[in-house]
């Protein structure tokens, strides 16, 4: 049986909330958590003032901004984000070699220059919410999903990053071509009990972290439970009968 702390420091919950006080009410309902996901919907309302909050609870902080654009803009981001002083950060695969290298080069000037620890930074392979046929038939990707994810984590891993995002379905795969030093973050987590939603490629808490997933990130399972403390407390006795 793993030791109930370590459990709770591989599971990252998404504080995906409206405003400023649905956040404070939340981390503050869940003190056993150690790591907060700031993801596009809170840090658009209530922009880096949410990271302070984190910080004074000392809390470990994914800033996931999930940056997608050229180059020079995407290290432009990275640059600024990296000042923040987070732990994790994450860019799109898809923006392609050129700003995948150039977010890794800002980052580290970045954090630089603000006297911080740099920010792992870590590449979206394929969103959880899209399916196979999806991939074929909308995207027009003509590559199997899991080849596909696989590609784009070894062209995150060849431009210098830290890992990648990706669904625990392909972390088997990714650990074992890309190492054990390459961190696997995967969201589309679902315990038995709880709505798949949006997410299409999902495993449970458990079978994520046998398949070799350094980070669970779990949002709406715990964050929309009629009794959030009950779901965390579900998930992390679930893992310690894994780890
Ligand atoms: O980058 C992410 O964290 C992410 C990538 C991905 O492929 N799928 C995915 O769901 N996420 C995020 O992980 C969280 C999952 O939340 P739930 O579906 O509520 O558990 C959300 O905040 C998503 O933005």
Redesign the pocket.
Known sequence: MGNREQVEQRVIV?L?VPDEQAAIALIDQLPQVVWW?V??ELFTSIGPKILEVLKSRQKRI?L?L?FDDIPNTVAGACRSAATYGVDLL?IHATAGRDALKAATEAAQEGAAKAGVQPPKLIA??????ISARQLAFDLKIPLELPEYALEMALLAQESGLDGV???PQEAAQLRQTCGNDFLL?C????PTWADK???KRSLTPAQAIIAGADYL?????I??ATEPELAWKRISEELTTVT
Do not use: E, M, N, Y
Not at 124 to 129: G, N
Not at 217 to 221: N, Q, T
């Open positions: 998404a995906d996901k993801g596009l994914f996931d999930k994450t979206i392979t394929l969103l959880t919410s995002v990706c669904s973050v969201p589309g987590v679902r939603g949006d997410q990130v779990i949002g709406r399972p964050t929309t």
